[in-house]
């Protein structure tokens, strides 16, 4: 099977947009932010820039993009050196950086 790029039509990133309250962008400057890393691989540009606030909104945004057939790249500070945040596909950057709160600290288990 060849994978080929998936871009997003305006009506599938609206939908996005409905799913989360953080940022859903599709500006020239966050998608070359979100297609670059600091490995030596040449930079892609995914088609939009999502932005969950929460898990609920992962989940919604990871069903959609799931039923669409949008490939996604869980996106942190961007500074993999193996290039696994580039989205090679298009599809969406999932910018986690939103999601900056410790909800629960649990026991830590050893095996």
Request: charged share 20%; proline share 7%; with cysteine.
């Amino acid at each position: 099977m060849v994978n080929k790029r998936v871009d997003l039509s305006p009506e599938q990133i609206e939908h996005l947009k409905s799913l989360v309250t953080g940022l859903v962008s599709t500006n020239e400057t966050v998608l070359d932010q979100h297609g670059r890393d600091e490995s030596a691989i040449p930079p892609v540009r995914p088609s939009a820039v999502v932005m969950p606030k929460s898990t609920e909104e992962v989940s919604k945004v990871l069903s959609y993009c799931n039923a669409q057939k949008i490939p996604v790249v869980a996106f942190g500070a961007g500074s993999s050196l193996e290039g696994h945040v580039l989205p090679l596909f298009g599809g969406v950057s999932l910018d986690l950086t939103e999601m900056n709160k410790i909800i629960e600290i649990g026991p830590m288990i050893y095996w």
